[in-house]
Nanobody, 115 residues
Framework: QVQLVESGGGLVQAGGSLRLSCAAS????????MGWYRQAPGKERNLVAS???????YYTESVKGRFSISRDNAKNTVYLQMNSLKPEDTAVYYC?????????WGQGTQVTVSP
């Protein structure tokens, strides 16, 4: 079993920054990749960024140049630094761990960007 706990969400004005954290605990040895997803009201949950255990990263086009994903393997924690935030970034952000016999999700953290 793997537990994921997100933190760092909140309310910020457009152009501001936030850093999300996702701490993993439990049987973390099986985790190969971790990612951040987001879901806006009435919309599907979509991948924002991901990072492999070796540090390979992926970003969805709309966040390239503004968001940065990183991970601290020693702390089993993944971060999402979000800069130049826009109102359209408003969503619940979820952390996901893959590579284990099943995927694991965090509980989500709300990010709200005001105009």
């Amino acid at each position: 079993q793997v537990q994921l706990v997100e933190s760092g969400g909140g309310l910020v004005q457009a152009g501001g920054s936030l850093r999300l954290s996702c701490a993993a605990s439990g049987d973390t040895i099986c985790i190969s990749a971790m990612g951040w997803y987001r879901q806006a009201p009435g919309k599907e949950r979509n991948l924002v960024a991901s990072i492999s255990r070796r540090g390979s990263t992926y970003y969805t086009e709309s966040v390239k140049g503004r968001f940065s994903i990183s991970r601290d393997n020693a702390k089993n924690t993944v971060y999402l630094q979000m800069n130049s935030l826009k109102p359209e970034d408003t969503a619940v952000y979820y952390c996901k761990a893959t590579g284990c016999p099943r995927d694991y999700w965090g509980q989500g953290t709300q990010v709200t960007v005001s105009p």
